[in-house]
């Protein structure tokens, strides 16, 4: 536990009883300089010289930290760490080390300092801290998805949820990379071929036969006739004398000629009488679907289901005709690239890079770096 805090009396055998006796014999507060044998160069301690005079009164509220060192691994939660003795929700001065070349991942958060926290806690990084990497978009293509997919977001190396922590790196600290968005589906082409037929005999029925029709309503009345083949409409138009009609199927053009009847009797009622086809031609468009966007690259950090980290991918190509090019993923910490629009269909964003530390904004931490920190702390 910390020494007590002043203006209570504060004998030097306190001292000893917090910081030990590393050197034994008499003891003397020159054995107890910060940063010596015996007293942890903490936060905690800073009111304790290094050098020079030293007095009781310096240790009022000092202690020596509880000192754990981490293991390489997954999702690590540091309240199991100072679980023996339990000492994260005690108010003592908590230092976790992370040697080189430790390296501790996430699939999200690759290490959390929980709420639960008392007292304080240096984290002392010469290791590699990696959050997860953001997942590539989903490429646009056809089934109602042509708009390419988000890039996911990469996940954040630390979370703080309690104040009280420092951090020192000497290390690697990065967020995951953002994954880039899909790329969007292209957009449709058509062409159209001028079909030309001959003569036909009467078959089937409209559309999918080959014939003309001739309508009448009631009492003999005429209507304008009407004419398929294989599938294209035309007509109806014109009356009884007609003998050639324009194709109304889209996109028109073409032109069916009437050919001999059928011999069809008439009736005082409502009735068609038919004829034979005489030729003609027939214009047909074909549209073939806008080729699939390319998928968003993976961002830059670690693969839970290869359980390694991987570096950011480039976006995926469009394919013809007209697809898209997914963005590229997100190097550490760094945002994914947004996939490419096609003139038919947009792109996906880019997944955001994921922060290399994290905390509720009434939290605040500390951070002493010289080594490196890819991300946004936050």
Do not use: C
């Not at 044998?37 to 930290?65: E, L, R, W």
């Not at 080189?100 to 699939?107: K, S, T």
């Not at 993923?329 to 269909?345: D, K, L, W």
């Amino acid at each position: 536990m910390p020494i007590k805090s002043s203006p209570a009396p504060l004998a030097i055998s306190e001292i000893v009883t917090e910081f030990g006796d590393d050197a034994g014999g008499s003891d003397s507060l020159s054995e107890y300089y910060r940063g010596g044998a015996n007293v942890n160069d903490v936060s905690s301690n800073n009111n304790i010289p290094t050098s020079g005079a030293i007095d009781v009164g310096d240790f009022y509220g000092t202690g020596n930290a509880v000192i754990v060192a981490a293991s390489a691994g997954t999702n690590i939660d540091v309240a199991p760490l100072f679980a023996s003795p339990q000492t994260f929700t005690n108010a003592v001065s908590k230092i976790l080390t992370i040697a080189a070349p430790i390296q501790i991942v996430g699939n999200n958060i690759a290490l959390t300092v929980p709420s639960s926290m008392a007292g304080t806690l240096d984290i002392q990084n010469a290791g590699n801290i990696i959050g997860s990497r953001g997942n590539g978009g989903n490429a646009g293509s056809g089934g109602g998805n042509p708009t390419g997919g988000a890039g996911g977001a990469g996940g954040a190396a630390i979370s703080i949820q309690k104040a009280g922590v420092s951090i020192n790196n000497s290390g690697t600290i990065s967020g995951g990379g953002g994954g880039g968005g899909g790329g969007g589906m292209g957009a449709p082409t058509s062409t159209s071929n001028t079909i030309n037929f001959g003569a036909a005999n009467y078959t089937g029925s409209h559309p999918n036969g080959r014939g003309w029709n001739q309508n009448f309503g009631a009492s003999g009345a005429n209507q304008s006739p009407g004419a398929f083949y294989d599938g294209t409409s035309f007509g109806p138009a014109g009356g009884v004398n007609t003998s050639t009609l324009p194709q109304t199927t889209d996109p028109g053009g073409g032109t069916i000629n009437r050919g001999n009847p059928l011999g069809d009797g008439g009736n005082p009622g409502s009735h068609t009488k038919r004829w034979n086809v005489a030729g003609g031609s027939r214009v047909v468009a074909t549209t073939t679907p806008g080729g699939a966007g390319g998928s968003g690259g993976n961002g830059y950090g670690f693969e839970g289901d290869s359980s390694s980290v991987v570096n950011a991918q480039s976006g995926g190509s469009g394919s013809s005709p007209g697809g898209a090019n997914g963005g590229a993923g997100g190097a550490a910490g760094a945002a994914g690239t947004a996939g490419s629009n096609s003139p038919a269909n947009n792109g996906g964003a880019g997944g955001a890079g994921g922060n290399s530390v994290t905390s509720p904004g009434s939290v605040n931490y500390t951070v002493s770096n010289t080594g490196t920190i890819n991300g946004t702390q936050g």
